[in-house]
């Protein structure tokens, strides 16, 4: 018998089928439709669990004319062709053509025979890997389970126009017009099956499988490209029309649920390594950043904290004796605790408790499709933790597996095994996770894992806010309160430079919530394919140093500040002392990201209550400027255009800088303006990255206090940035608790009219328990400075 985990499940026939079954439209909205098709014409539902939105009533006005229908409402038009069954969205004022299925296939399937891998449990051991302990056996034979299908839909993509989404992915793509994107879940690939476009329209694909886009020029200015889903009863997918890629945002929400508000102290500064080892490695950490006035808001215990096995929710008592002690510790130091907790218990009571329930999947991994099991799973992160005062989740290995980690792939035509094997890495896992999973719903578990530690932890109490920081996303998870980070990435200036178009097509889905590992997590070099890191002294050489520092200073302007990584400390400390050139960046970078939190709180608030996304492509902001349209590293956070230093200062002290046409931009640090629509050359000394802020914006700040809460009640200064008219809402609330669903907020417009050189500050709307009712705001304004109390 072969010793193997990972074998290919899909076995196709190659015959591709056409159908004269007709698509099924309903229009959700006057602007949304959605579009099912199923080669039998039966509705056969995917049941995903996506989407929750509750249809609205549409008036739908029908015409039938010789070759096609027409189905109008208020903001669309839909055409169906009577022959061929393809459909084309237009704009319903202007007529023109948003998108269009290929007229001669919209689409396609290809039976798939589902088989699945019969394991020997009497061989089962124990192997370390660099994702943990796993557990190998060996293979007694493979059953076939059952039947699905292959569904392609086959599209003409306008040639003027980009392409964003699709999630968190390795191919190092801006705009995704022209590409092939391999979607599936894994340790360094994160899928959401949205594409948005900035021709105003957007595409949610409802299906729980592996995915593939692709894309290639037809030669008649215009793209030819095809969605393929691997495994599903029905093709399932909505046509998003909008204003804006904004607004396609706000659709995905409405269809899949809310943005989660997280906590004000989240936007703070996260320090995390792998690993403290104790209670009092912990505690001593944060007493140093106490002692250095380094603002921080949260610790992380990382992995390997169980007594026994593998992915055990209990602390071992030899160096964690007293968890509530722990959390209680930390608390007293004005800081907040993360705890790393796994679906794959293993060799420990818990899996045995899972085991004789019937809650555990091969390989052992829990099974979060069953809501008991779910249940269960909250029960011991509960007693251990929640209970014990311990206040966010860190949910690893949420894929919940990957086929090439543990298992390094044999070479293929002499070819090692590497990055970019994007197609074979692909196969790879997908077949492991439809077998493991289902091939319906591969790609779904972090969807359901994440929505059993919000729906728990919110039946336990209301007063503390969900944060699950986790390594797998789907469309849908942005409603339970987490955050992604981008897997374990090594450290070099390429894979830096490949991470920032990737977090902005995820971000582009209408799932806001990204952040990386700063420093990257591998820093060393060995064998295996991920594992190149190219700084194998850490922080004991000045190159990783800055590497660092560069990586800092980017992530400054994502969702979350959070330092993390493996081979070498991350402590600021590690990285020199005050007066010296790095530890100063990084102190720097800190108290810039604190003095700005109003401004990040205020716009997460935007994202709970809209459309909003505060880190995001230049094309959101300047659709039509072909410039930025496959510019990877520039992008907006607010009303910021972050410019991140990719390269070493060895390469180069200088970078190009677009500044994007329609607007003018003023230099943050020098307050020098711009006019935009050109490049221009910048030096990048050690202490600061290229940052510019548009005309017509106005940016909220306060003092960069030692934490979040200290904040309260401080002035807050409004800066005006003149040469447009600005508009901005300031947001607050009591900072965590679920008070601010019950309408428990304030808010305050400023308004600045341009013409008249006149800021408006409006009228408080709202109140929470808690709030001041006196607030001194410092105006920083093109005549000058002044203060006023209100």
């Not at 009303?639 to 060895?650: E, I, M, Q």
């Not at 600061?688 to 909220?700: E, M, W």
Request: hydrophobic share 35%.
């Amino acid at each position: 018998m072969k010793k193997s985990i990972y074998i290919l499940f899909l076995f196709f026939s190659n015959l591709l089928h056409a159908s004269d079954a007709l698509p099924n439209l309903q229009f959700v909205t006057p602007s949304i439709v959605r579009v099912q098709w199923s080669a039998d014409g039966k509705l056969h539902r995917n049941n995903t669990g996506v989407c929750i939105y509750i249809p609205q009533k549409v008036k739908v006005k029908v015409i039938n004319k010789d070759c096609n229908v027409f189905f109008i409402t208020t903001q669309l038009v839909v055409e169906m062709d009577k022959k061929t069954k393809a459909l084309v969205f237009r704009d319903r004022k202007s007529n023109h053509v948003l998108l269009e299925e290929n007229h001669a296939r919209p689409y396609e399937t290809e039976p798939v025979v589902q088989r699945r891998v019969i394991y020997d449990d009497a061989t089962a051991h124990k192997e370390n890997t660099a994702n943990g302990m796993v557990t190998v056996k060996n293979i007694i034979r493979i059953d076939t389970i059952g039947k699905s299908t292959r569904f392609r839909v086959n599209f003409r993509f306008c040639k003027h126009q980009a392409l964003y989404g699709l999630g968190s992915q390795m191919e190092d793509y801006m705009n995704l017009l022209g590409k092939t994107v391999y979607l599936t879940q894994h340790n360094l690939k994160l899928m959401i099956p949205v594409l948005n476009s900035t021709k105003g329209y957007g595409l949610l694909f409802d299906a729980g499988s592996a995915m593939k886009f692709s894309s290639e020029v037809d030669g008649h200015n215009g793209y030819n490209g095809t969605m393929e889903i691997e495994a599903a009863k029905e093709l399932d997918y909505y046509f998003i029309k909008g204003q804006s890629m904004a607004d396609v945002v706000g659709g995905y929400r409405f269809l899949t649920g809310r943005v989660s508000l997280m906590p004000r102290w989240l936007f703070g500064y996260t320090q995390s390594k792998e690993r403290y080892v104790s209670s009092q490695d912990i505690i001593s950490t944060l007493k140093e950043y106490r002692r250095r006035h380094v603002p921080i808001d949260m610790i992380v215990q990382d992995w390997n904290y169980w007594p026994e096995g593998w992915g055990y929710m209990k602390m071992n008592p030899k160096y964690y004796p007293d968890p509530k002690a722990l959390a209680d510790s930390v608390h007293s130091l004005h800081a907040k605790l993360m705890i790393s907790i796994w679906p794959n218990p293993q060799y420990c009571p818990e899996e045995v408790d899972f085991r004789k329930r019937g809650f555990m999947l091969e390989h052992s991994v829990y099974d979060a499709f069953n809501a008991d099991a779910r249940r269960l799973y909250w029960n011991y992160a509960n007693n251990e933790f929640f209970s014990k005062g311990f206040d966010a989740w860190w949910c690893d290995s949420s894929e919940p597996l990957d086929a090439d980690w543990n298992d390094i792939p044999e070479p293929e035509n002499g070819k090692p095994y590497g990055w970019n094997d994007h197609k074979r890495r692909w196969l790879l896992n997908q077949n492991l996770l439809s077998d493991v999973l289902g091939a319906e719903r591969s790609s779904l578990y972090s969807l359901y894992h994440s929505m059993g530690i919000y729906e728990n932890q919110r039946a336990t109490t209301l007063q503390k806010r969900v944060v699950n920081l986790t390594r797998s996303s789907y469309a849908g998870q942005q409603r339970y309160g987490t955050i992604v980070w981008n897997g374990d990435t090594h450290a070099s200036w390429s894979s830096f430079r490949q991470q920032i178009p990737s977090g902005l097509n995820y971000m582009a889905t209408g799932n806001p919530y990204w952040t990386v590992d700063i420093g990257s997590f591998f820093v060393k070099n060995d064998s295996r394919w991920f594992h190149k890191g190219e700084f194998p002294d850490g922080v004991k050489d000045d190159a990783y140093k800055e590497y660092y520092v560069r990586m800092f200073q980017w992530a400054t302007f994502l969702p979350m500040l959070r330092s993390h990584g493996s081979d070498t400390p991350r402590e600021i400390w590690r990285f020199g002392e005050p007066g010296t050139p790095y530890y100063d960046a990084i102190l720097k970078m800190i108290r810039l990201r604190y003095s700005l939190i109003p401004y990040i709180y205020s716009m997460a608030a935007a994202q709970y209550l809209g459309n909003y996304t505060m880190a995001r492509p230049l094309a959101f902001d300047f659709p039509a400027d072909s410039c930025v349209w496959d510019l990877k590293d520039e992008y907006m956070f607010g009303d910021f255009l972050v410019c991140p230093v990719t390269h070493s200062v060895k390469e180069a002290n200088s970078r190009q800088i677009y500044l994007p046409e329609s607007t003018g931009w003023t230099d943050f640090w020098t307050e020098k303006h711009y006019r935009g629509g050109q490049w221009i050359k910048m030096n990048t000394q050690i202490d600061r990255l290229p940052l510019f802020v548009k005309d017509g914006s106005i940016v909220v700040s306060t003092e960069p206090t030692e934490y979040a809460a200290e904040q309260k009640n401080k002035p807050v200064t409004i800066r005006v940035y003149p040469g447009a008219d600005a508009d901005f809402t300031f947001y607050e609330d009591e900072g965590d608790n679920y008070d601010y669903e019950k309408g428990d907020f304030s808010t305050i417009r400023f308004l600045w009219n341009e013409h008249y050189h006149k800021l408006t500050i409006g009228n408080r709307h709202g109140s929470f328990p808690g709030m001041s009712h006196h607030q001194t705001f410092i105006l920083q304004l093109p005549s000058g400075q002044k203060v006023i109390h209100l």
